[in-house]
């Protein structure tokens, strides 16, 4: 009987090192396909090491005895994901490049590209479950809390579930490390990553203003107070308390809003101020893991941004364009751009981007 081929996708890093050897060690057809999805002369320090990483995929592969294959993503990636996140920014939002990378480059050209290659399903090193109940096949979070990514998955569907593989779902990062270190896999120590690729552990406004011109402007309190000088609003956050170049006595400074038509930036001294709380939102580009809306009025719980606890909040109204959600207490710097995430219990049922 023919083994089903599994085609990983694999960054150089634990995670995905990981993710191949169990596939392999199931008995599975394994192949590995690393993605470059940004080009090395785009960053003038070499911030994102591709050629390293790569170097790293093949000394895995070797030790686990698969074949590997390069492709290079960089057109599609800087046309469906780096665009969006430079018009996000320009209009005063906080995008969520991973959201949109994994729905666009990871389970959309990846997954192609693996079919192509005569694939069965594909997997990645996701913290994510996919169950199959009924015909429907379910996201859930994975079993180590501290590390679910299903937040990041929100937007995939039935069809890319249906052909998706996450091996490290049901065990903890802790076991992750050992399970690579057992099978002296060359990589078992790499740091983890951190941040978006293309950007790397360089400053982000220093690298926003390649592509965004400075426009500074204001910052003013909510009652008109001019208290600071920003850059420029593409640079700055809901909820920032960093980089704000405030002075004075008294508790710190944070971002609570931006006033696009006339350049200023709202900001205001401390955490619990009230103007930095909501306790609802409206949300567009609506994306359900079913395929079908939740049921309005029900109680869910929401994150509106990665590592958060779980929010209890309903659905006040949903249709094809948006919806509005409500929570059972504010939620401390909604930003605009970011995600907003449903769950019920386990099961991510998908979410949207905040307005």
């Not at 090192?17 to 596939?23: E, M, R």
């Not at 050629?51 to 686990?64: H, S």
């Not at 920014?89 to 290659?117: M, W």
């Not at 997997?123 to 079993?143: I, N, S």
Request: aromatic content about 10%; some cysteine; overall charge negative.
């Amino acid at each position: 009987m023919k083994k089903k081929r599994v085609v990983v996708g694999m960054s150089g890093g634990v995670d995905s090192a990981v993710a191949a050897l169990l596939l392999k060690q199931q008995g599975f057809d394994v192949v590995g396909l690393f993605m470059k999805n940004w080009e090395d002369d785009d960053t003038e320090d070499g911030s994102c090491p591709a050629k390293q990483d790569f170097m790293d995929v093949l000394a895995v592969a070797d030790k686990i005895g698969i074949e590997v294959e390069a492709v290079n993503f960089a057109k599609e990636y800087r046309e469906r994901v780096f665009a969006l996140f430079l018009r996000e920014y320009q209009a005063g939002r906080t995008p969520n490049p991973d959201v949109l990378c994994n729905s666009e480059i990871k389970f959309k050209a990846f997954l192609d590209h693996a079919i192509a290659l005569g694939a069965d399903k594909i997997a990645t090193g996701h913290y994510a479950r996919v169950r199959e109940r009924a015909g429907l096949f379910e996201l859930l979070k994975a079993e180590d809390g501290s590390k679910d990514q299903s937040y990041f998955l929100y937007r995939l569907n039935q069809a890319q579930l249906s052909k998706s593989i996450f091996p490290l779902g049901e065990i903890y990062k802790r076991e992750v490390r050992d399970i690579a270190r057992q099978a002296d896999l060359p990589i078992h120590a790499k740091k983890d990553s951190t941040g978006i690729c293309f950007i790397g552990e360089r400053p982000f406004r220093e690298f926003l203003s390649r592509y965004l011109p400075k426009q500074p402007g204001n910052m003013q309190t909510p009652e008109g107070k001019v208290v600071g000088r920003h850059e420029g609003l593409a640079y700055y956050t809901i909820g920032q308390r960093q980089g704000l170049g405030i002075g004075g006595q008294g508790e710190p400074w944070f971002v609570a809003g931006k006033d696009m038509a006339n350049n200023v930036l709202i900001v205001v001294q401390g955490h619990d101020h009230p103007a930095l709380y909501g306790d609802r939102l409206a949300a567009m580009d609506l994306s359900w893991v079913s395929g079908r809306a939740p049921h309005p009025d029900w109680v869910y719980a929401a994150k509106i941004r990665y590592r958060q606890a779980d929010a209890p909040c309903s659905i006040s109204r949903v249709d094809s364009e948006d919806c509005e959600i409500e929570f059972a207490r504010p939620q401390w710097a909604v930003a605009p751009g970011q995600s907003v995430v449903l769950y019920e219990s386990e099961v991510c049922l998908g979410g949207g981007i905040i307005q």
